[in-house]
């Protein structure tokens, strides 16, 4: 009796008893959610157009970071390192499709999986050759994002919200608005779409599909670096956050791996429930860090319902 | 028109000529084994034969998607409006004016038919507005997908897919295409509207056609040429009218015997012996 009243009475009306605190909780899980989108998203692109689960991701996120903060240190400013930066992403985009994409064409999925932990490691070796393993700072000021943070006070409490992560919202809202248009408008967008819907079809209308593996890579290069400036903004630049792209899975999983809007909504929901769950449940009764498995648990979970995910694409099939 | 330039025409050089092409999958299966044809400008030529016999495998060559299969020619050429085009990507071929409308019609399911027809314009330069006028154009000889043009084009029927991967390759302004088995898995009935529109655009637009059929019937009688394949070499090419008149294409193709009945041990006897000939 006890214990089932701590389970499902308790947590409510502390929810209920603290209407501040909970908004706060909220928007934290929310920020972390729009990261878990953002490198969701990443993988989404790529595995659509060419069928290619991307365990590089994380490691982009990195490296995009890395360089960004790396030629700052060498004297570059900010908002030059930038559009250097992407320049780096987009002749890794190049590269990649140049020297592993191209030679291992039509080869098992499996293949170019492993293609990409080798991508992985890569990436790994040479971002440590450059700019070094330790922790570095991300550039948030140099780069005009505030760091102050505003106190709003709903219902007599107060919750607090800082700049830099409302910045990162918008940008991460913006920076969606903009793919979608550019998927759904344009024509390089259209390709990509039929690229992701069949193959051999695409080929046949002349669909280029190297220029298309490049725009591809280089957009995931783009969410990449604008993931890698939140996250490091928040923790910091180092090797560690490639760990965080593994949380990236549950959100596919839970979006299915197909949708933008699956990434997007999956990454939120994974990010706020992961949170609330950790502050009701999880410290409470669980003795807390719930946050490190609670996202698998509830891919799990959908994944015994809904195989292809909540949004995963509907499979067409006439008869 | 000038009536000099009539007869020249015809005498031109084929839009396409395939010489002596061998094809080997992966390596070691032989699926051609010489295939030679050609198809004069402004031409409907027609590759017939059984399952296996090498149509598709034909077309593949030319549109270069063999690669995707891990197919490859390993002997002779294709030239193409003038050009040798074996090494070329099957994007650059799309460019110089030849697209391949593949069996099985292959739209992309989830874009919407318009989508469908616009992803036929992807080689093309010439600016939006042009684009536009084409489809307009497509949408003329294809009034059905004007009423299903918000679609997703996965849930349109047979018929419907068919006339949206015909549209779709129009669209890139092709100046030959090549069509396998466009009667396949659809009604008579639209398997002969499918047909009169490839004649309309043959006509009026001046597209050349090669197409891989099973439906000899039909594909006899839209083709001015024919070509039959078995076990990947031409057996037998003529005039349509000419095939559609030959006993043997009748007996084995047509379906419509010869002389009288004949006891089955004959029957099999002699379609034994012609294909050991052939």
């Keep these: 009796m006890e214990s089932l009243h701590s389970i499902f009475v308790a947590p409510f009306a502390d929810m209920v008893a603290a209407p501040d605190f909970f908004l706060q909780v909220v928007w934290e899980g929310l920020v972390s959610g729009v990261l878990y989108a953002l490198i969701a998203l990443g993988f989404v692109l790529i595995f659509k157009s060419s069928r290619i689960f991307n365990f590089a991701q994380g490691i982009m996120v990195v490296f995009a970071a890395l360089t960004l903060v790396g030629l700052h240190e060498r004297g570059v400013p900010a908002l030059l390192a930038v559009p250097l930066t992407l320049a780096v992403m987009f002749f890794l985009a190049v590269a990649i499709e140049r020297v592993v994409l191209r030679p291992l064409v039509n080869q098992p ?19 440590e050759t450059i700019f070094g393993g330790e922790n570095k700072v991300m550039i948030t000021s140099q780069l005009g994002i505030p760091t102050g943070s505003w106190v709003l006070e709903p219902f007599g409490g107060f919750v607090s919200i800082e700049q830099k992560d409302l910045t990162a919202v918008v940008g991460a809202v913006l920076l969606v608005i903009a793919l979608l248009v550019f998927l759904n408008k344009s024509k390089m967008g259209r390709a990509i779409r039929a690229l992701g819907d069949d193959h051999q079809a695409a080929l046949s209308v002349g669909i280029s599909l190297s220029t298309i593996w490049v725009i591809v890579w280089f957009i995931s290069g783009i969410i990449a670096l604008a993931t890698g400036i939140v996250w490091g903004a928040r ?42 769950f950790e502050i009701y449940w999880g410290q409470p009764l669980l003795g807390g860090n719930t946050e490190a498995w609670f996202a698998y648990m509830l891919a799990l979970l959908v994944l015994l319902v809904r195989p292809q995910g909540l949004f995963g694409e509907k499979i067409i099939e006439r008869v | 028109m000038n009536p000099t330039t009539a007869p020249l025409a015809d005498t031109a050089e ?46 593949k060559a030319i549109s270069n998607l063999l690669h995707a299969e891990r ?11 003038g050009a040798q085009v074996q090494s070329l990507s099957p994007n650059q071929l799309v460019r110089s004016g030849c ?46 997908l004007r009423e299903r043009r918000t679609s997703q084009a996965g849930y349109t029927s047979g018929g419907e897919q068919q006339m949206t991967a015909i ?26 509207e499918i047909f009169e529109i490839v004649k309309k655009l043959n006509d009026e637009q001046g597209v050349s056609f090669l197409l891989a059929e099973q439906n000899t019937n039909v594909a006899l009688r839209y083709a001015k040429y024919g070509y039959i394949l078995e076990s990947g070499r031409v057996v037998l090419d003529g005039e349509a009218k000419a095939l559609r008149e030959n006993d043997d294409v ?29």
């Excluded at chain 1, 170019?112 to 971002?127: C, D, E, K, Q, R």
């Excluded at chain 2, 779709?168 to 466009?182: F, G, N, V, W």
């Design chain 1, 109 to 127: 999925d499996i293949i170019l999986f492993m293609a990409t932990i080798g991508v992985t490691l890569f990436l790994i070796g040479l971002g």
């Design chain 1, 235 to 276: 923790a910091g630049v180092s090797f560690a956050l490639e760990v965080i792209a593994l949380k990236a899975l549950p959100v596919l999983m839970l979006g299915g791996l197909e949708s933008v809007t699956g990434a997007i909504v999956g990454g939120l929901a994974i990010g706020v429930l992961e949170k609330v």
């Design chain 2, 14 to 59: 084929p839009i396409l000529s395939v010489n002596n092409i061998e094809v080997i999958y992966d390596h070691v299966i032989l699926v051609l084994k010489g295939v030679s044809l050609s198809v004069p400008r402004g031409g409907i030529t027609a590759i017939l034969g059984a399952n296996g016999a090498g149509k598709t495998t034909t077309l």
């Design chain 2, 71 to 81: 197919g490859e020619v390993t002997k002779g050429s294709i030239v193409f409006d």
């Design chain 2, 99 to 144: 697209i391949q409308v593949m069996e099985g019609r292959h739209c992309f399911g989830h874009l919407s038919v318009e989508d469908n027809l616009m992803t036929g314009a992807f080689t093309r330069k010439d600016g939006a507005a042009a684009i536009r006028d084409d489809l307009e154009l497509v949408y003329q000889y294809f009034p059905r």
């Design chain 2, 167 to 192: 549209g779709r390759a129009l669209m890139s302004r092709p100046k030959m295409i090549l069509l396998d088995e466009p009667s396949m898995g659809l009604a008579p009935q639209l398997v002969e």
């Design chain 2, 250 to 278: 009748k007996e084995f193709y047509l379906g419509v015997g010869g002389e009288g009945r004949k006891s089955f041990r004959d029957v099999k006897h002699y379609k034994r012996r012609k294909r050991w000939l052939a």
